[in-house]
């Protein structure tokens, strides 16, 4: 089994339409993160939380919401999808500090139509 | 803040050739560096990293990198490229820092492709 799972892997939807992304992991690291991946800019960060209690916005935060549920759950919400957030989106962990290795899921292939 | 470049959209070689994918960097001190690679349908797999010391560092998959401060650049190499090589490639730069935690920024990555 992945140590980092997301869900759905793939996801067409409606402008307008609340889409959550979820993603678990077994690593049992603090530190997650959301990425969207989009061709030639490469992986952009949306959202980063530490441990449960501390939820940061990254780069590019306007219109994604987060939620940590747990040390092993972190999901990404779009409250109403536009089509320019079609992209490919990744969850991402990482141990404590001294070790900066990120460890990413299979990916979420997201179509707003 | 630190920011990645990565010259090369698309690269092609031939299998057995050799490969160097270029990446520079921008950041006031001496970064974390990384490159990690990504085969089609995939999430982002470790290559390798620099966090200090010898500036030659060795992966998995027989790809090395060095970090050469003075051009801010930290290449990707492989004597022979095999088939099975071709993906996309990413660099990224940390900042080494508790403030900064483990976020890291991405170059736009190459894509390689290897010809028989």
């Known amino acids: 089994d992945a140590d980092v799972t997301q869900t759905p892997r793939n996801r067409i939807t409606k402008t307008g339409k609340r889409i959550m992304l979820e993603c678990s992991q077994t690593?049992?690291?603090?530190?997650m993160y959301w990425y969207r991946q989009d061709p030639g800019l490469g992986l952009r960060l949306i959202y980063y939380?530490?441990?449960?209690?501390?939820?940061n916005k990254g780069e590019i935060s306007d219109g994604y919401s987060v939620s940590r549920q747990a040390q092993a759950k972190f999901s990404l919400s779009l409250e109403s999808a536009i089509p320019n957030q079609t992209a490919l989106y990744f969850c991402?962990?990482?141990?404590?500090?001294?070790?900066?290795?990120?460890?990413f899921g299979s990916g979420t292939q997201l179509s707003v139509l | 803040a630190q920011s990645v470049t990565q010259p090369d959209i698309h690269i092609t070689v031939s299998e057995g050739a050799s490969l160097e994918l270029r990446c520079n960097y921008s950041?006031?001190?001496?970064?974390?560096l990384f490159w990690y690679v990504q085969s089609p349908g995939q999430g982002l797999q470790l290559l390798l990293k620099?966090?200090?010391?010898?500036?030659l560092v060795q992966g998995i998959k027989g790809f090395e990198a060095e970090f050469k401060r003075s051009q801010s650049s930290f290449n990707l190499r492989k004597p022979s490229v095999h088939w099975s090589d071709a993906a996309e490639y990413f660099c990224?730069?940390?900042?080494?820092?508790?403030?900064?935690?483990?976020?890291?920024?991405f170059g736009a990555g190459t894509i390689l492709r290897v010809k028989s």
């Open positions: 690593k049992g690291h603090d530190r």
């Open positions: 620099y966090f200090s010391g010898d500036t």
């Open positions: 990224a730069v940390g900042a080494p820092s508790e403030e900064y935690g483990n976020k890291l920024v």
């Open positions: 950041y006031g001190a001496t970064p974390y």
């Open positions: 991402a962990t990482s141990e404590a500090p001294g070790n900066e290795k990120l460890f």
């Open positions: 939380s530490f441990d449960v209690k501390d939820i």
